[in-house]
C-alpha cells in the first residue's frame, strides 16, 4: 500500500452546491490541538457557538446547537425526534430535498402527505392550504432554499397556514442560512436546520439545529423514545445545556471551525452577508444572459447563493464540468433527478461568493463552451455594469 | 457578543478516555483547503482511507468505511443497518457501552437478550453459549475494550459460540483499534465499528465501519427498509463504492485528517503500535501500584489503551481531576455508572501513549494526592524498572 505522505489538496474554486471554499481562519481553526469534550476551556466554546447560531438563525431558541453531522443527519434529527408513528406531516415538494424530508419523515413512521410544484417553481401558499385543511398535520415541512433546483421560497405565507392548521413549521434552510435572509423567530419557524459548507463556508460535518419552544413541548410530550440514540434530543440537550451530561463524544475540531466560521459571519454582518450575496448573484444572471444563456427559475424566485443555469444546446453536460475542473481548477455542479444534464447549478456561498470568482466563472465557462463549438457572447461587461449600477 | 477573535486552544495532556493527542501532521492535514466531496481527487483520497481500515481492522470486507458521525454513531449505524423490528439479537453487557448497546438495538426493533458480567469483569463464554441457546439470536453484540471499566474481552471463544449458532458476530472497537489487537477476518467478526479519537488519535468526528459478506447478506436479505436515512448503508455504499452516487457530503477535512491519522498507524506498524500500548500501560500499571494504589480490573483482562486505577480512600474524585487539569493541563476520566467515585479511568492511546506521559501522569497524581493528604509512594522507579526490564 503506498500512501502519499505528503499530499496536498488541489487548489479549486467551488462554485458548486457546496462545499464552498473555507476561508484560511477556518481551517486553522480547524487544526488547533484537539482537547476534551467535558473540558471547562471546551464547554465556554461551546457556548458561544450557540450565542453565534442563534444571531445567524435570528432566533432565541435556547435549544439551538450543532448535530454531529452533516446537513442530512440535521433532517433527520428534525423528524426523528418530532414524528411519532402514525403522525400526519405535510411535506411541500419541489426538489431532491423535499422527496429527501419524504423518504426521512416515512421512516420515522410519518404518515407523509405531499404537497407537490413543479421542478424550479416555488410551492403554492393556496396548494398547501387545500392540503393542510385536509391533512390536518403535526408538522409543515418544507426547504427554504432548495439546492436541487436554485429555487428560494417565500415563507411567510407558509408559516401563516401551518400555525393556523395548529401544526409547527419545519424548515431546511441548508443552502440559505448566513447567505439569504433567514428569521427563525419572525417567521415562526419551530424546527430549522442547516449544513456548515454552504454559505457559512466551514467544512462539511456539521448540521446546525434550533427548535423552538413549541417544538419542545412537542418533543416532551412524545409516547414513544426515539428511534435514533445518537439523535434524540432529550439527551444531547443534556450535553449542550448547563448539565453537561456525556452522551457522545462531540467533533472537537468541527466545532472549533464552526465557531471561526460563525465569528466571521458576525463580523461581516447578516446584512452585509446577505446584500453580498444577492449583489454577486444578479451580476452572474447578468453574465449568463448576456451569454445568451438562460436562468432556470423565474426572476422573483431565484435564490442567489445557488443559481441554475440552462446547459445551452450543443454543449455537453459533463464535458463542460470536466473542462472547467481539469483547466481552471473551478468546480460547479451539474443537475439532479428530472433536470440531470439541463442545467448547471452555479454556487455562489459564503468565502466562495465573491466578484473575483463571478468574472472567473464567466471567463471560464465562456471557455468551455467555444471549446466544444457552442457560440456564446462574453458575459464580462454586462456583469460589471451590474456592479457598476449597484455602486452608483 | 463578545467572541475571542484570537483564540487558541490550552496546552493538554490527553490522558482521559478519548480524545487522545492529535499528531500535528494529522491536525495540519484537517486544515487543507476542502475541495469537493465528488472531485476526482477526493474520490482517490476515499480509496485510499477504505485501504488503510481495511489495514488496521485486518480485514478484507470491501465494504470499510468511515460513517459521518461520531463512534456512536458507529454503534448506531450497525444496528440500525443489521435489525429489523422482532430479529433476536443476544447483548453482553460488561460496562456503559454493552448498555448502550442494548438502547440503541431496542430503538432498532430487536427483541434484546442480555448477557451480563459484573463491572470489572470480561464476559463468561458459558454464560453466552446458554443464552444463545435459548435466545437463538440473528446477532451476537459485544464490546470489545470495554472504555468504562478497561476490561479487553477475549474473542476467540465469543466468536465460536456466535458462529455455531448460526449468529452475525457485532463488535465494538472504539478504544482498542489501532492501539490492542484486532483481527475481524481471524476472529470472524461480521460487523465492526470504531472511533477515530482514541488509539487512532485523530479528533473525534467519524467512526470506521466494517461489514463481512455475510453481513452484507443480511442486509441485502432485509424485509423493511433502514429507519435511518443517514446512515443507511445500502445507499451509502453506492458513495464509497464505484458508482460514486452522491447520499450524504461527506466530511471532507475529517476525511483528510483520518487518512494522515491512518497513515501514522501504518508507517508505526500495527504490531509495533500495539507493543507501544502494551509497554506503556505496563509501566503504568507498575507506577500504580508501587504507589500503593490498587488496579481495578485483574491483570489478565487489563485494557492497555484504558487503565482503571481505584481512588484512595482520603482522596476526592472531582478534587483531583480538577487539580491535574489546572495545575497540570493534564486530563483523566472519571468513572460512570456504578462506578463514579470509585476509579479513574487513564487513557493511554495513540499519540497520548508516551513513556514521557506515563512518568508525567505517575508524577503529578502524586503531587495531587499529597495535596489532598493522601499518602502514597512514587511510581516512578517501578515504572522506570518495567521499562528497563523490557529493553533487556
Same mark, same amino acid.
Given at each position: ?5 505528503h !499530499? ?34 471546551f464547554?465556554?466554546?461551546?457556548? $458561544? ?5 442563534? %444571531?445567524?438563525?435570528?432566533t432565541?431558541?435556547t435549544?439551538?446547537?450543532? &448535530?454531529?453531522?452533516?446537513?442530512s443527519?440535521?433532517?433527520e434529527?428534525? %423528524? =426523528? ?9 405535510? +411535506? ?11 423518504? =426521512? ?13 413543479? !421542478? ?9 392550504r387545500?392540503? #393542510? ?5 403535526k ?21 401563516a ?12 434552510? &441548508? ?30 460535518g456539521?448540521?446546525?439545529?434550533? %427548535?423552538?419552544?413549541?417544538?419542545e ?7 414513544c423514545?426515539?428511534?435514533? !440514540?445518537?439523535?434524540d #434530543? ?5 450535553? !449542550?445545556?448547563?448539565e453537561r ?9 468541527? +466545532? ?12 461581516e ?8 450575496h ?17 436562468? %432556470?427559475?423565474?426572476p ?5 447563493s445557488?443559481n ?10 459533463a ?19 428530472p ?6 447549478? &452555479?454556487g ?7 466578484? $473575483?470568482? #463571478?468574472?472567473?466563472f ?18 464580462v ?12
Amino acid at each position: 500500500m503506498r500512501i502519499n505522505a505528503h !499530499w496536498q489538496a488541489p487548489s479549486r474554486t467551488l462554485l458548486g452546491p457546496g462545499p464552498s471554499n473555507v476561508p484560511p481562519p477556518v481551517l486553522a481553526a480547524m487544526a488547533l490541538p484537539t482537547i476534551g469534550h467535558l473540558d471547562p476551556v471546551f464547554l465556554e466554546l461551546m457556548d $458561544e457557538t450557540m450565542d453565534l447560531l442563534r %444571531f445567524v438563525f435570528r432566533t432565541e431558541n435556547t435549544l439551538t446547537f450543532p &448535530v454531529s453531522g452533516t446537513g442530512s443527519a440535521g433532517m433527520e434529527c428534525a %423528524f =426523528v425526534n418530532l414524528v411519532e408513528p402514525g403522525d400526519s406531516v405535510v +411535506i411541500c415538494v419541489h426538489g431532491v430535498f423535499g422527496e429527501r424530508m419524504c423518504d =426521512v419523515a416515512s421512516r420515522c413512521g410519518a404518515e407523509v402527505t405531499r404537497v407537490d410544484a413543479a !421542478w424550479g417553481k416555488a410551492i403554492d401558499p393556496d396548494d398547501l392550504r387545500t392540503t #393542510v385543511a385536509a391533512a390536518a398535520p403535526k408538522i409543515v415541512a418544507i426547504v427554504h432554499a432548495e439546492t436541487s433546483t436554485g429555487v428560494l421560497q417565500p415563507m411567510e405565507e407558509i408559516s401563516a397556514i401551518a400555525h393556523e392548521a395548529g401544526a409547527l413549521l419545519l424548515m431546511d434552510c &441548508v443552502t440559505s442560512l448566513g447567505g439569504v435572509d433567514v428569521r427563525l423567530d419572525d417567521w415562526g419557524v419551530d424546527i430549522a436546520y442547516s449544513g456548515t459548507q454552504k454559505c457559512l463556508s466551514c467544512p462539511p460535518g456539521l448540521a446546525p439545529i434550533s %427548535f423552538s419552544v413549541d417544538a419542545e413541548a412537542a418533543m416532551d410530550a412524545r409516547q414513544c423514545k426515539v428511534a435514533s !440514540w445518537y439523535l434524540d #434530543v432529550s439527551m444531547i440537550r443534556n450535553y !449542550w445545556g448547563q448539565e453537561r451530561a456525556y452522551h457522545h463524544t462531540a467533533p472537537i475540531n468541527a +466545532i472549533y471551525g464552526l465557531r471561526e466560521a460563525l465569528r466571521l459571519v458576525a463580523e461581516e454582518g447578516l446584512e452585509a452577508r446577505q446584500a453580498r450575496h444577492s449583489r454577486q448573484s444578479r451580476a452572474l444572471q447578468a453574465g449568463i444572459e448576456a451569454m445568451g444563456l438562460g436562468m %432556470f427559475v423565474a426572476p422573483e424566485y431565484r435564490l442567489p447563493s445557488l443559481n441554475t443555469v440552462r446547459i445551452p444546446e450543443g454543449a455537453d453536460d459533463a464535458t463542460t464540468r470536466a473542462y472547467l475542473l481539469r483547466r481552471y481548477g473551478l468546480e460547479i455542479g451539474g443537475g439532479l433527478g428530472p433536470v440531470k444534464g439541463q442545467v448547471w447549478r &452555479v454556487g455562489l456561498m459564503g468565502a466562495s461568493c465573491t466578484e $473575483e470568482n #463571478v468574472l472567473f466563472f464567466l471567463l471560464a465557462l465562456e471557455q468551455a463552451l467555444k471549446a466544444q463549438g457552442v457560440k456564446v457572447g462574453s458575459g464580462v461587461a454586462a456583469a460589471q455594469r451590474s456592479w457598476d449600477r449597484e455602486t452608483e
